[in-house]
C-alpha cells in the first residue's frame, strides 16, 4: 500500500518537475529578445567589430576577388554561420569596394563574370540576377536591390570588413 | 533554404523560384568501432559541404535534414524509404533531386532512386578545420554547383 502511494507521489514529483521546467523554458523564451536588446554580452558579437580578412591593401587591384573569411559568433548554442565572403576591388577612384556576394533576390552566392554571356558584371546562378560592377542590380533580372556593402577600413596596409550594409533598390 | 521556418515561409511565397532539392545521405553505426571514427568524420564533413552548398545556392535549392540509416542495413529497404521521402517531397512542384553521400553502396541502386546520385570520393580523417580541408570543401562546392546547374 505504501510502496503504491509512494510511486504516485514520485509521478506526481516528476510530472511537477517537467512542467516546471516547460514552464522555464517557455519563460526564456519570452525573455531573451528583450534580454537581447538590453544586455550587451549577449548582443552578436560582429556588430561593430571589423575583422581582419587576410587581404593587404597591395593585392587590391580592380578586378573583384573574392574573399572569405570567419567571425567568431557568440550564440554558441544555436547553429550559427560563421562564414563570410565579399567582391572586393578598387573603384575608378582608386577607392576599395566590398561586396557582399548575397543575391538580393534569394540569396544565392553571385560570382564577378560568372556567365560569358555578361562581362563586367555579377552574375547569380539561380535565376540569372545581374549587377553592375558597382552593385547596382540590373533592371528587368529579378533582384530588386543592390548588393549589399561591407563597411571597411585599412589598418597597417590590411583590410578589415565589418557588417553588410543593405541598399535602396534601383 | 533549409527545412525551418523562416526559410519555408520565404518558399511559400516564392515556391516558383526554388525546384531543387538537396537529401543528405549519410550511414551511421556505433558498432563497429574499427569505422566508427572514418564514418563520423565523414558525417562532419558532408555536414559542412551540404551546408556550403546550400549557401551557394540557398535561393533555388533547399537542403533536407540528413537521410540517416543504419551502415549494416539492407540498402533495397533503403532504397525504397528514400523514394517514399522523394514522393513527398514531389507533391510540391520541385523538379530536380540530389542525394550527396560518400557511401558508395548507393552507386550500385543508382538507377532505382528517384533523384541524381551525387557521390563523394572517400575523404581522409583530419581535422575538419583545417586549411587544406577547407580548400578542398570549397573547391568540391564549386564543382558540385556547376554540375547542378548543368540541370538547370
Ligand atoms: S537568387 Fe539570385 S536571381 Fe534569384
Known amino acids: ?170 | 533554404m533549409k527545412w525551418r521556418s523562416k526559410d519555408l515561409k520565404q518558399y511559400l511565397q516564392a515556391k516558383e523560384y526554388i525546384d531543387t532539392i538537396m537529401v543528405p545521405l549519410v550511414p551511421f553505426h556505433l558498432s563497429n568501432e574499427q569505422d566508427m571514427e572514418k564514418d563520423s568524420f565523414r558525417n562532419e564533413v558532408l555536414t559542412v559541404f551540404s551546408n556550403e552548398m546550400e549557401k551557394e545556392l540557398s535561393g533555388r535549392m533547399m537542403l533536407m535534414p540528413v537521410y540517416n540509416y543504419i551502415k549494416s542495413t539492407d540498402m533495397n529497404v533503403e532504397k525504397d524509404r528514400l523514394n517514399d521521402w522523394v514522393e513527398d517531397i514531389k507533391v510540391q512542384p520541385f523538379k530536380h533531386i540530389f542525394f550527396i553521400t560518400f557511401d558508395s553502396k548507393w552507386r550500385k541502386l543508382e538507377q532505382e532512386l528517384d533523384g541524381t546520385l551525387i557521390w563523394l570520393p572517400t575523404v581522409q580523417t583530419g581535422d575538419i578545420l583545417s586549411k587544406e580541408l577547407q580548400s578542398m570543401i570549397r573547391e568540391q562546392v564549386k564543382e558540385i554547383t556547376e554540375f547542378i546547374r548543368s540541370y538547370w
Open chain 1, 1 to 170: 500500500m505504501s510502496d503504491k502511494k509512494q510511486q504516485v507521489s514520485r509521478r506526481q514529483f516528476l510530472n511537477y518537475t517537467l512542467t516546471g521546467v516547460g514552464g522555464f523554458m517557455a519563460a526564456g523564451l519570452l525573455v531573451s529578445p528583450l534580454r537581447m536588446a538590453i544586455d550587451p554580452v549577449l548582443k552578436e558579437s560582429s556588430s561593430g567589430d571589423l575583422v581582419n580578412v587576410g587581404l593587404s591593401v597591395d593585392d587590391i587591384t580592380s578586378e573583384p576577388q573574392r574573399v572569405d573569411w570567419t567571425v567568431e559568433q557568440v550564440d554558441g548554442w544555436y547553429e550559427s554561420e560563421p562564414s563570410r565572403s565579399a567582391w572586393v576591388f578598387k573603384n575608378d577612384n582608386g577607392d576599395i569596394v566590398a561586396l557582399s556576394p548575397i543575391c538580393t533576390h534569394l540569396g544565392c552566392v553571385v560570382s564577378w563574370e560568372g556567365s560569358e554571356d555578361y562581362p563586367n558584371q555579377f552574375f547569380c546562378p539561380c535565376h540569372d540576377g545581374r549587377y553592375e560592377k558597382d552593385g547596382t542590380n540590373v533592371p528587368g533580372t529579378p533582384p530588386l536591390a543592390p548588393l549589399p556593402y561591407y563597411e571597411h577600413e585599412v589598418r597597417d596596409g590590411i583590410l578589415f570588413l565589418g557588417n553588410p550594409i543593405s541598399r535602396e533598390g534601383a
